[in-house]
């Protein structure tokens, strides 16, 4: 994985290192971390559960990770499913997480 093949990705590259002091080492080692993240797990199990409120929490906490990080192709779907379950909103989850599981599949395979 690269700032190139990230960036090639739509991944907000600039954003994310400026948050990281421009250390491209530093930055390259979170986003290893972020794609790993236990909350994906949470998040999906939550959901399958109809737990909203797990869901939620899971999904929040993601998507403050995965902001700071600047990385866009999970963000947007997970920001997305975040306020759906701050609103409770009884919905089909099933096409955003997958969604987030393959932008998290591509980001991983980079």
């Not at 250390?23 to 737990?51: P, S, W």
């Not at 998507?63 to 866009?72: E, P």
């Not at 920001?79 to 989850?93: F, M, N, P, Q, V």
């Amino acid at each position: 994985m690269t700032v190139e093949s990230l960036r090639s990705c739509g991944v907000k590259v600039d954003e994310g290192l400026s948050r990281c002091m421009n250390n491209e080492a530093f930055y390259l080692r979170l986003v290893g971390m972020a794609l790993e993240d236990a909350g994906f797990e949470k998040l999906r199990a939550a959901v399958e559960k109809g737990d909203l409120q797990a869901g939620f929490e899971a999904a929040h906490a993601l998507k403050g990770v995965l902001g700071n990080l600047s990385l866009t192709p999970i963000y947007e779907p997970v920001s997305e499913i975040t306020e759906l379950l701050r609103a409770k909103t009884g919905t089909d989850y099933a096409p955003l997480l997958k969604q987030v599981a393959d932008a998290r599949e591509m980001l991983r395979n980079l």
